[in-house]
């Protein structure tokens, strides 16, 4: 299994979903969204038990959202992932980030067949920090 590169994931990335967000302060997917955010991507929380993030309304699944994003980043636990996918999918989502700490065999075999670019076990914010540092891409530019 071979992650993308991935300053090809993040390359041409205007608008993120955040898969299973967090309303509350100090969780990882909070943190994540709102860095993006703050760095000039469209991010798109979605939660069906949130009405709202950050006084950002948030939707219930993908294809709530009012458009098709660039790319989902995952924030479920990993026996959910396959059907995050799923819906990724059948929403033609080009580009899937499933976040630190979260593996499923099924969920990037059936992305990668998909066609999608696939990040596993990787924090997004992190390797964003990263490329930054690195030089490898601007800070606000995608």
């Known amino acids: 299994m071979n992650n993308e590169p991935i300053e090809t994931i993040l390359k041409d990335t205007q608008t993120i979903a955040v898969v ?3 309303d509350k302060l100090g969780r990882p997917s909070l943190t994540v969204g709102s860095y993006l955010k703050d760095h000039g991507y469209e991010v798109f929380p979605v939660n069906p038990n949130l009405s709202s993030v950050a006084h950002v309304p948030c939707f ?7 458009v098709t994003p660039d790319l989902v980043v995952v924030f479920r636990k990993a026996t959910d992932i396959p059907d995050v996918v799923r819906e990724a999918v059948a929403t033609a989502v080009p580009k899937i980030w499933i976040q630190e700490g979260l593996v499923s065999e099924e969920g990037y075999q059936m992305a990668e067949i998909a066609g999608m ?3 596993m076990d990787k924090c997004i914010m992190k390797e964003h920090m990263r490329l930054v540092r690195e030089g490898l891409i601007d800070k606000e530019s995608h």
Do not use: E, N, R
């Open 117 to 119: 670019a696939v990040a």
């Open 60 to 66: 219930p699944d993908l294809k709530s959202l009012p």
């Open 20 to 22: 299973g967000i967090s």
